[in-house]
């Protein structure tokens, strides 16, 4: 299952995942959320991904829409019985799901933003991990579960009027680092990605915020000296969910262009 599946760099891993065969739950909340000033992603856009990846997979039911907020523990549960219920168990679970606001001093940031930004983007994987871990580890022995998370170059890097986002992102390193310690020798790892500027909404609102005229400037910011596109850190993704990727745990991964440097 890939949550924040509607668009960016979630709809992206719902579509490499469906090229190498998986069955996916797609969820995403699908709606506008009244304390951010920009679109999320919608519902047409989920049932488009989920189509065009079951298209892909070319087996029937093998992608599914699913909607669910991740800051609410009981849609997430209810998400993961749906794929058990649907394919016999859950081999991955992938927290793509963020949010973005700032473009002020902490200091003078709304509230409701702060904890918008960080209920998603950090309660988000928390709550991913309570509801799928359990159900990868119910898998039998020799298990090869997968649970992954998006982080963000944010996590080390400090950015100036995008504090709740670089304190939700560095708290997602840890999670994982911790999550990786706590499931050793079960078979069930758990790694992250760590995106740098990503050409997607999120970005998009980020120029905002800034009061740039366009996202591209931020490319230039990357040694690439281009902005990534979200199927690049998909591949990473879809790359880690696999079962032949057992030596990896509490792994963050720069995907970031060379952002960290």
Not at 40 to 52: C, F, H, I, R, S
Request: one cysteine or more.
């Amino acid at each position: 299952m890939v949550t924040g599946a509607a668009r960016g760099i979630g709809a992206a891993t719902v579509l490499a995942l469906a090229d190498r065969g998986w069955s996916v739950l797609a969820v995403d909340v699908a709606a506008d959320d009244p304390v951010l000033p920009y679109a999320m992603g919608t519902k047409q856009e989920l049932l488009a991904v989920a189509t065009e990846a079951g298209g892909r997979v070319n087996r029937v039911g093998a992608v599914r829409p699913f909607v669910a907020d991740v800051r609410d523990p009981d849609a997430l549960r209810a998400a993961v019985a749906e794929a058990v219920d649907a394919w016999g168990g859950l081999d991955a679970a992938i927290a793509a799901a963020g949010v973005i606001a700032g473009g002020v001093p902490l200091w003078d940031m709304p509230i409701e933003q702060e904890r918008a930004v960080l209920d998603v983007c950090l309660g988000g994987v928390t709550n991913l991990a309570r509801a799928a871990v359990p159900a990868l580890l119910d898998r039998p022995a020799p298990r090869s579960g997968r649970f992954l998370a998006v982080a963000s170059a944010a996590a080390t890097k400090g950015l100036p009027q995008l504090a709740a986002y670089c304190a939700a992102k560095a708290g997602v390193a840890g999670l994982i680092r911790a999550l990786g310690a706590e499931l050793g020798g079960t078979g069930v790892t758990a790694n992250a990605v760590s995106p740098g500027s990503t050409d997607t909404a999120i970005l998009d609102e980020t120029a905002r915020l800034y009061g740039f005229s366009e996202s591209d400037r931020f490319g230039r910011q990357q040694p690439v000296g281009r902005l990534l596109e979200p199927g690049e850190i998909a591949s990473v993704l879809a790359f880690l969910a696999g079962a032949d990727n057992s030596a990896m745990t509490g792994a963050v991964i720069p995907v970031d262009g060379g952002l960290a440097l």
